[in-house]
């Protein structure tokens, strides 16, 4: 049986592989998938290209998160080069099974921000996935600082989080947050300040806000895929 439309491959970026149904979704009021929110890191990262920033793709996330043999980890994530980083952000997802692709049904974003000594959970709906975040963080902090190293950095759950308006849109939020969150570590290295982002995230993500991306990253794919037809 031949593959269906959706399934048809449209776009390669980086690591990346959209398909069509990727377009369908971000036309419409959809919760965002792996793969958009994997795109969108990537581009975030190409846009905000410091070697102190890693953004996380959400398989690795979700995989650092739930392997059930947390000793063997140290293999997985030493290419990722946590020591050397200063700013990590992960998206999370409350899948509980490992089987499951693309499983779950809620997205928020945790990020490691090294001279605070902080693990920070921005949860767009009322901390719901507060505890997968804290599942996530209690197996980073043994790898964040290198394998022979615990981290003591904080869990903090942030109370400022900007809200989503509905029930699709965690997943914009999460790009949204990630790319203030960029933004701030980009400024603040200029300017030497110290504060963290929470007040620049207040007033970037928004809900008109969060709406406008989900055009732009849709336009964003389609002149991608202009550029690599030419």
């Known amino acids: ?30 919760f965002l998938n ?47 080069d946590f020591p ?4 990590v952000i992960f ?30 959970h921005h949860d767009s709906w009322g901390g719901i996935n507060g505890r997968y975040a804290r599942q996530l963080y209690e197996v980073l902090v043994r790898f964040i600082n290198g394998s022979n190293s615990a981290s003591n950095a ?10 989503q308006l509905n029930g699709y849109d965690c997943g914009l939020y999460v790009t949204a947050t990630a790319r203030a969150i960029c933004c701030w570590y980009e400024a603040a290295n200029l300017s030497n300040e110290k504060d963290l982002w929470f007040s620049l995230v207040e007033e970037q993500v928004t809900p ?13 794919i389609k002149d991608l895929m202009t550029a690599d037809a030419k």
């Open 34 to 80: 792996d793969r958009i929110i994997e795109f969108y890191f990537s581009y975030l990262s190409s846009c905000y290209p410091s070697p102190d920033i890693l953004l996380v793709p959400p398989s690795i996330a979700f995989w650092i998160a739930n392997c059930p043999d947390v000793e063997g980890l140290k293999d997985f994530v030493e290419p990722l």
């Open 208 to 220: 008109p806000a969060v709406t406008e991306l989900r055009k732009e990253i849709l336009q964003l």
């Open 154 to 163: 904080k869990f903090i759950q942030c109370s400022s989080s900007p809200q």
């Open 84 to 87: 050397g980083k200063k700013l």
């Open 91 to 120: 998206p999370v997802n409350d899948n509980e099974n490992v089987g499951l692709a693309e499983g779950g049904s809620h997205w928020s974003l945790l990020v490691f921000e090294r001279d605070a000594g902080v693990f920070v």
């Open 1 to 30: 049986m031949g593959r269906s439309l959706g399934d048809e491959k449209i776009l390669s970026y980086k690591d990346v592989v959209l398909r069509r149904s990727d377009l369908d979704i971000l036309s419409g009021p959809y």
